[in-house]
Nanobody, 119 residues
Framework: QVQLVESGGGLVQTGGSLRLSCAAS????????MGWFRQAPGKERVFVAS????????NYADSVKGRFTISRDNAKNTLYLQMNSLKPEDTAVYYC????????????WGQGTQVTVSS
């Protein structure tokens, strides 16, 4: 059974940092793209960042460029999102995803981890 399990969320003050992890099990994703999305209360889920299979190509939403860094460790089958200079508008449930199908659509999704940034 394929599982993506996010961790590392929590409550942080404005300007703080968090590092999210997404541990994959059930199959290897070392040859697949992966990504992070987030959903704020009352809003749709939106793209945050993506990374190709090798980690050599990354993309970011304009709202997080320069503050967030996506990375992966294929040996550990784990995806990461380093979030710095956090703002209250970054408050959301963060989801990891694997195996892109079309733009914004991935085959596998995690359950999400809550990130709350207090002002």
């Amino acid at each position: 059974q394929v599982q993506l399990v996010e961790s590392g969320g929590g409550l942080v003050q404005t300007g703080g940092s968090l590092r999210l992890s997404c541990a994959a099990s059930g199959r290897s994703f070392s040859s697949n793209g992966m990504g992070w999305f987030r959903q704020a209360p009352g809003k749709e889920r939106v793209f945050v960042a993506s990374i190709n299979w090798s980690g050599g190509i990354t993309n970011y939403a304009d709202s997080v460029k320069g503050r967030f860094t996506i990375s992966r460790d294929n040996a550990k089958n784990t995806l990461y999102l380093q979030m710095n200079s956090l703002k209250p508008e970054d408050t959301a449930v963060y989801y990891c995803a694997a195996v892109p199908q079309t733009v914004g659509l991935y085959r596998y999704w995690g359950q999400g981890t809550q990130v709350t940034v207090s002002s």
